[in-house]
């Protein structure tokens, strides 16, 4: 479904270009997530999260390097075709609760409106705005603005919006980023709902632990980069979710690039250079002998 390669994105201060800084916010990026998947993304702020979720959302375009969603190259889009990509392939819900609605509409006008733009018939819009209503656990709401909502009302009727046009990819920056742990949990299960009733791949960019722990596979960004992925379990039979806990795996990019966890790196002292070894079954890393560590020990 999502398949990036080398993806760079830099982007440059000040108003005239020869007065500016460049700043590499996406910096070869590797990434692929199968159709169906649902996946965590998570990465300190400045890692470059926000900036492919922009450019997978088609809200802009990649420097260098190809990102595709559904066999469509999203560096190529122009014009009508990038707008009937925002319509149809991909599903948006930002953070910001109020900014998903419009507030002088319903529950109900809210998931009609995309559905309007896209030509879908007025009587087959009032029903399938009903349905995710009803999906979404908030059909009761359907005559409320959103001033008469709470939080989390807002957010399930924002991901029904996200999926009025059935699109193949939902994407949610920080969809719980303003809500307890209580409402979180509803949010999650709304969207774990799209993803298994729907077939809805989902991509969420999140900081809070409760939603990365409950997918199946988590990849962290660092640096404008993947740098390492944790794979959990399926649930077992009586299980809701999948198991909290996971393997860790550090990302080997398609040139052989990996990124080691400054936890691993400090205590060791392994900076600048590293000696590898090739052993049978696994490879060596060392620290370069000619390189004090920072404590005075040698290595």
Not at 56 to 74: E, I, K, M
Not at 138 to 151: F, V, Y
């Amino acid at each position: 479904m999502v398949a990036c390669e080398s993806l760079v994105r830099i982007f440059r201060t000040g108003t005239r270009a020869r007065d500016g800084v460049e700043v590499q916010a996406l910096q070869g990026l590797d990434l692929t997530v199968r159709e169906g998947e649902l996946l965590a993304l998570v990465g300190a702020s400045g890692s470059g999260k926000s900036t492919l979720l922009a450019i997978l959302a088609g809200l802009d375009t990649p420097s260098a390097g190809t990102a595709r969603v559904a066999g469509t190259d999203l560096g190529t889009l122009k014009g009508r075709a990038r707008t009937a990509y925002r319509r149809r392939t991909v599903g948006t819900i930002q953070q910001q609760t109020a900014a998903n609605l419009l507030p002088y509409l319903t529950a109900r006008e809210n998931v009609q409106l995309p559905m309007g733009y896209a030509g879908v018939p007025r009587r087959r819009r009032a029903e399938r705005a009903m349905e995710l209503l009803g999906l979404m656990g908030i059909a009761e709401a359907a005559d409320r603005t959103p001033a008469m909502l709470s939080g989390g009302e807002q957010q399930r009727v924002a991901i029904a919006v996200a999926l009025a046009n059935e699109p193949r990819l939902l994407l949610a920056d920080e969809p719980t980023g303003e809500l307890d742990t209580a409402t979180s949990e509803e949010i999650f299960d709304a969207l774990r709902t799209a993803n298994t009733e729907l077939g809805t791949t989902v991509l969420i960019v999140t900081h809070d632990a409760l939603v990365a722990d409950q997918v199946s596979r988590t990849v962290r960004i660092r640096d404008g980069r993947t740098s390492a992925e944790v794979l959990r379990r399926p649930a077992a039979a009586g299980e809701d979710g999948v198991a909290a806990a996971g393997q860790e795996y550090a990302v080997l990019d398609r040139v052989g690039r990996l990124q080691l966890p400054r936890e691993f790196t400090e205590p060791l002292g392994l900076a600048h250079r590293v000696r590898l070894v090739l052993e049978a079954d696994h490879i060596e890393v060392w620290p370069d002998r000619e390189q004090p560590r920072a404590d005075g020990a040698g290595d």
